[in-house]
């Protein structure tokens, strides 16, 4: 009888190596991991780094980069639909209403202020934050800004308040966005009309700035963001904001707890990633796919095996 079960484990353990060697099966995997992205240049490259990282130390990735908007991939990681994606601080005076909070100007506070309340309301852990203020901002060509002295926001609002010439590539949700432009035109006292913005569905700064370059439709002013590669390539300059109306907005991949708790080793594998991504690292980075062309994939495996964390 002892014989029978011990010929009947071997065949087991025999037809199983069979099975796995035939279907790629791998006990040892870890995942699947849904990793997704915003609808722009910068999400895509931060998805594509998370990526390649976790694929790097075994796990099984499904890559849903490029979702859509911020409101579209909000809802897909709390209804678990993805279970990473990298967003920014900031947005949590928007996602917890809180845009009167002088806390997210801090990039400390904001980033302490999100991680707690995403985790009480939703589940949600925030890992490290790269050192870069990705923030809304508005960009105008650089002979607009030197003809009309157009160098902060205060200068742009008294150039539309005398009847300037100004019309303005952005997004769906730069234009509604309480935190957005209804806050610059708050703060600053000036408004533009529906005839003077060329309006978007999509986030993707690449297709706003290139609008403003070239005048398309009359566009001569663009939605921008801190950390866009293309600005200087395209003769367009950012208008300083002196009023701090903007809350500090760096980029940091956050994970649905069931998923983190599953792998606390996710933190050890991307913390030390984003706390290389420098503001000039990432303009530079997302040069390469918005002016340049590159993939993004490429652009994200060449940085991490240059940076040593791939081989």
Known sequence: MKRFLAGSGLLAIVLGLLVA???????AAKGPVVVSSKIDTEGGLLAQVIIQMLRDKGFQVTDKSQLGPTQVVRQAIISGEIDIYPE???NGAFFFNEADSAVWKDARLGYE??????RQSNNIIWLQPAPANNTWAIAVPKALAQKENLKTL???AAYVNRGGNIKMAASEEFVSSPAALPAFQKAYGFTLKQDQLLTLSGGNTALTEKAAAEGASGVNAAMAYGTDGSLAALGLVVLDDPRGVQPVYEPAPIVRSAIYEKYPELAGILNPVFETLTLQTLQDLNAKIAVQGQDAAAVARNY???KGFLK
């Open 88 to 90: 920014y601080t900031g």
């Open 113 to 118: 202020r999100v991680k707690v309340l995403d």
């Open 154 to 156: 205060e200068n742009l």
């Open 21 to 27: 060697g035939c279907t790629g099966y791998n006990p």
């Open 304 to 306: 991490l095996v240059g």
